[in-house]
């Protein structure tokens, strides 16, 4: 990459941080000469797979040191939890009196599995089966035979601190990719709400939160398709008017007038989702059309007759006293009838045979 400074490119990380654990001073010193030596560009001769020959390989080496196994574990948890971890670390395979290689890499890849680590050792006596059962992880450890040439440390410093780099953008691209997921799902599920919350309120009243005259007239229209279809099968709708409504508006104001809409609609709807002992299969849709005029449709009764029942129930239901601003008012409802038939051509019919049942109601007192 012409004219971009090694030190940033994504080849090499700025620093590569790096823990020696070996119980002689002098290994040591020596990985220290080697490392220090790559602080200026310094041409390797390295396998094609890890860094491009012709690449200057300029990194800088952070090194810290312990002579015991055991005493690496609370470096390498300093590290992390300062947020500037080990790149990687060399462990020398025998450490008397303390722990040997195997049991220092496994606490360290406990610690941190994002460490790679290279196993120094003068031995043979043990095999890459031997490391692979010992530590049960092969993917971020290499061997490393004793005596070693300088330029084998470099290249494994170099090449394992650009595997570990390319291993930390891809967990931080994970991290992104993780939170602009979950914000993206927030933002579905925020806008999933609204929908429903238009849609909701496209269909209900927003006074009284009951269906409005179009889901209402959805609803019927369901009813009389099924009608058409079973010969057994009974609904009804009740038109609700409340009496002398407008008296209550011009003596104790709209706020009170409002306040009894809500009443009422709740105590309609308490009686049709209370009405199993008049008709078990009865399913029933409260509505409010407008101003004071509810309706009911009873869905699924035993009989037409039952709705006769229902709907003295409901006026029972209503007529209860309230307080309203400190007075107490006792609503006054008179209610309309119609039974469904194969005779009505639409919800509209059924509408207004009720409308007009309520008419007669109100005119008979």
Request: glycine fraction near 6%.
């Amino acid at each position: 990459h012409p004219g971009l400074d090694t030190m940033s490119s994504p080849l090499f990380p700025q620093r590569i941080r790096v823990l020696i654990v070996d119980d002689t001073r002098a290994i040591h010193e020596d990985l220290r000469k080697v490392l220090k030596s790559a602080q200026g560009p310094a041409r390797l001769s390295l396998d094609a797979r890890t860094v491009d020959p012709t690449e200057d390989a300029a990194a800088e080496f952070a090194v810290d040191s312990v002579y015991q196994g055991q005493d690496a574990p609370e470096l390498v948890d300093r590290a992390l939890s300062q947020g500037d971890p080990y790149t990687l670390a060399f462990v020398d395979m025998s450490m008397p009196p303390g722990w040997d290689g195997f049991q220092t890499a496994r606490a360290l890849l406990d610690l941190d599995p994002q460490l790679c680590i290279v196993l120094c050792t003068a031995s043979r006596d043990f095999s890459w089966r031997d490391v692979s059962t010992k530590l049960g992880r092969t993917e971020r450890v290499l061997v490393l035979k004793k005596p070693y040439d300088p330029i084998e440390i470099l290249q494994l410093a170099h090449s394992l601190g650009r595997r570990w780099r390319q291993a930390q953008q891809s967990l931080a691209r994970l991290a992104e990719l993780q939170t602009e997921n979950a914000s993206l799902a927030a933002e579905i599920d925020r806008r999933r709400g609204l929908e429903d919350q238009l849609r909701f309120d496209a269909l209900h009243d927003p006074l009284t939160r009951l269906p409005n005259r179009a889901l209402l007239l959805d609803r019927i229209e369901h009813c009389l398709r099924r009608k058409r279809r079973e010969e057994g099968y009974h609904f009804a709708l009740v038109f609700f008017d409340l009496d002398d409504f407008k008296t209550i508006n011009d003596n104790l104001g709209h706020e009170a007038g409002d306040q009894l809409l809500v009443e009422v609609s709740r105590r309609i709807l308490a009686c049709v989702r209370g009405t199993d002992c008049a008709a078990r299969a009865m399913q029933g849709t409260a509505a409010r059309l407008g101003g004071d005029e509810f309706v009911v449709l009873l869905d699924g009764l035993l009989s037409p007759e039952e709705a006769t029942f229902v709907t003295e129930r409901i006026l029972q239901a209503i007529a209860t006293p309230l307080a309203l601003n400190g007075r107490e008012v006792r609503p006054s409802t008179s209610a309309g009838v119609a039974v469904g038939s194969t005779r009505h051509q639409g919800a509209a019919d059924l509408l207004r045979d009720a409308d007009s049942a309520l008419y007669q109601a109100k005119r008979s007192g």
